[in-house]
């Protein structure tokens, strides 16, 4: 990354220091070749900050791309924390396509392929796992011969998003939208959980990444969902198997909806309960729904 792309990078950084307050911490990783940490996790002080752009405007090419070094030094860092702050998430920056770890050739890596298995480039630990929700992976490319597929496909599978940084016009507004979202974090740990009237049944539960599950009975169901913006709605399908109404029934119950989530503000576990779900079961449809 030279002349303008690693400008913008520097440019892009800057803007990220800017936006955090003194009781946010960051770390900045270099990565090339290998990985190393530029500054450790430092709280965004004024002095803080201005560690954090000197150590910024002294980073400089040199090398290959090697993300899946970048992104496991990052999780180290996330690791290694004796304290955890209430939202995490890693930024990652880059203008070309790895060259050790998806069969590019690289400098000493090239024989090592994963026939652009991309998911291989994020860490275990910063995946969802049994018990263990993902990290965001914010993805920016910068420039059009970086990788979008691998940053695209990094930032899906961590529940983050991926911004292409084409030029010094769109920097501020791609990286706004970024830390403005992670400093509005409003809930964490949502998990919604449906439970059937009998004898409905849960068949398939559409959650797209979020993790679902399905109980052995297929009498309920839930979606682990994790953390909302404020504002940020989500929604999924249900598919259920509803039984044959009798003669005499107007309304089939189907299910009870209930969500509870951790506020970021209070620390609090809050409980939700939905309205029941019902369905009307008339004898003959009305003219306007037919």
Excluded: W
């Excluded at 009781?23 to 070749?33: K, P």
């Excluded at 044959?244 to 029934?249: E, M, Q, W």
């Amino acid at each position: 990354m030279t002349g303008l792309k690693i400008a913008l990078l520097k440019k892009a950084m800057e803007f990220v220091v800017d936006q955090l307050g003194p009781a946010d911490r960051l770390s900045v990783v270099a990565f090339s070749t290998d990985a190393r940490r530029v500054i450790p996790l430092t709280r965004m002080s004024d002095v803080g900050k201005v560690k954090a752009k000197d150590a910024v405007q002294l980073l400089m090419a040199d090398g290959g791309t090697n993300i899946l070094k970048g992104l496991t030094e990052a999780a180290k860092v996330l690791d290694g924390r004796r304290h955890k702050n209430a939202v995490a998430s890693v930024i990652l920056l880059s203008d070309g396509q790895d060259t050790y770890n998806l069969g590019g050739g690289g400098y000493g890596y090239g024989s090592v392929s994963y026939s652009k298995n991309y998911r291989a480039l994020v860490p275990g630990s910063l995946l969802s796992s049994a018990g263990h929700r993902s990290t965001p992976i914010h993805t920016f490319g910068f420039g059009g011969d970086h990788d979008s597929s691998a940053m695209h496909t990094i930032a899906e599978e961590t529940g983050g998003t991926f911004s292409f940084i084409e030029d010094e016009t769109v920097v501020q507004d791609s990286f706004a939208q970024c830390i403005g979202g992670l400093l509005s974090v409003v809930v964490q740990e949502a998990l919604i959980t449906v439970k059937c009237v009998h004898p409905v049944r849960v068949r398939a539960v559409k959650s797209g990444r979020y993790d679902s599950s399905i109980d052995a009975y297929a009498r309920s169901a839930s979606v682990d969902v994790g953390e909302l913006y404020a504002d940020e709605e989500r929604r999924f399908l249900l598919l259920v198997d509803v039984p044959k109404a009798g003669d005499a029934d107007e309304v089939t119950q189907l299910m009870k909806v209930t969500c509870t989530y951790r506020d970021t503000a209070t620390g609090q576990v809050v409980d939700v309960a939905g309205e029941d779900v019902e369905v009307q079961r008339p004898v003959e449809l009305a003219k306007d729904q037919q």
